[in-house]
């Protein structure tokens, strides 16, 4: 059945006002929302908090909104939580982070870590000819399977290049939730392996904040060479900076993303067919290429 309406209402309830990539997105949807008189929106913060989502979701059905946009960093608990939702047959799409039984946009993980893997084989190849002591994942422990294709598709390439050997080499690093606390995780980190060639991969910018400023603090700007993802601010000042050796972070152009949410939106909201999952498209920022996306991304400010 083709449900035709003249307004809809959306609820987003984003992952965390403070992290630079969720604040980039929700900007996009607000100016994408400003230019259409039939949607309106009600968003929320989820902080990377399951109750703060569990509140969210429970305003959103007193709403009775069409369809809820759900960025929420717990994937084991985001099923316990969208269960009422299922109950009332409320459409959800979820962002980047996948929760099973909902639509999906967001990043395509296993090819970005495929690209950003082979953008730091080139980069050790050159500047460290091919050496590397340590390789540590600074991840986030409520995220699964899917969000790790990030990791697995770098260290994948790492191994087909060099002589690397995950089971022994590899560290996989909590983030603790926080920029502060990977901060002193890596601080620690960096005291234990004084060894020159360390890769760290972060799971987003956001995480890659804490690693540059312990990788300063402790004078090892030389000596650590940092993948992360989303492309945001995060990227571009460590790429002026010139003192961190920043490799690559797949970098997302906003601007689009809040209209593509939107329209398939209003699809969910109608009981349109939509594909599982929608990839938004992403390009590696490198030290040859970030100047020239910094200038579009000032344009689309």
Avoid at 41 to 57: Q, T, V
């Amino acid at each position: 059945m083709i449900v035709t309406r003249d307004h809809y209402v959306f609820g987003f309830a984003n992952v965390d006002d403070n992290n630079p990539y969720a604040l980039e997105l929700l900007h996009s949807l607000e100016a994408a929302a400003d230019k259409r008189d039939n949607i309106s929106l009600i968003i929320r913060d989820n902080g990377m908090d399951s109750n703060r989502a569990k509140a969210n979701i429970e305003t959103f059905m007193e709403n009775n909104v069409d369809v809820i946009i759900m960025f929420h960093i717990d994937q084991r608990a985001s099923q316990n939580l969208i269960f009422p939702i299922r109950l009332r047959r409320t459409p959800v799409l979820s962002i980047d982070i996948p929760i099973a039984g909902t639509r999906y946009f967001g990043i395509n993980n296993e090819e970005v870590g495929r690209l950003a893997g082979q953008a730091l084989v080139r980069w050790i190849a050159e500047k460290w000819q091919g050496q590397i002591d340590h390789v540590v994942c600074v991840t986030e422990q409520r995220v699964l399977d899917f969000t790790h294709q990030r990791f697995e598709g770098v260290i994948a390439e790492l191994e087909r290049a060099f002589d690397l050997r995950p089971q022994n080499d590899v560290l996989y690093l909590d983030n603790g939730s926080s920029a502060d606390v990977t901060h002193q995780r890596m601080l620690e980190l960096l005291q234990r392996w004084p060894e020159p060639h360390l890769v760290t991969i972060c799971i987003n910018d956001s995480t890659a904040r804490g690693v540059i400023r312990a990788v300063r603090e402790t004078s090892r700007t030389q000596d650590v060479a940092i993948v992360s993802y989303d492309g945001t601010e995060v990227a571009f000042e460590a790429f002026a900076s010139k003192d961190i050796q920043f490799v690559t972070s797949p970098h997302i152009s906003q601007r689009e993303s809040g209209d593509a949410i939107l329209d398939l939106c209003i699809r969910l909201a109608k009981n349109e067919m939509v594909n599982p999952r929608t990839y938004v498209p992403t390009v590696p920022l490198t030290w040859e290429n970030w100047r020239e996306y910094g200038q579009h991304r000032e344009g689309d400010a």
